[in-house]
């Protein structure tokens, strides 16, 4: 079941002959599963400009972005107070769902 974007995504993605760029906001919608291969994230923006973007990241790699994540949010102040607390609160939640 897909979920709202309540901020906003960009996405990238250069070829040596293609450049894509694509955003995704309010209007789109998220989803992420998780299997014993790794991470699906899918973002998907309906309508006249519709985009379709899928990642799949295995778990050692999903793990090496969130630990890549922790040293980047421990050495930068520009990070405001509330994102902040939203890292925290989502990560807690991730930390909780993993001891089950």
Known sequence: MSKPIVDKAEVSIDFPDK???GSFSHTSRFDVNVDEQGVHIVLDRPGDERRHVAF?????????ILESL?????STKTLPPEH???????TAKLGRA???
């Not at 902040?84 to 989502?90: E, I, N, P, S």
């Open 56 to 64: 799949h990241l295995h778990h050692h790699l999903f793990s090496s």
């Open 98 to 100: 993993l001891k089950k």
């Open 70 to 74: 922790a040293e980047q949010v421990t």
């Open 19 to 21: 450049f894509y760029h």
């Open 84 to 90: 902040r607390t939203q890292l925290r609160d989502a």
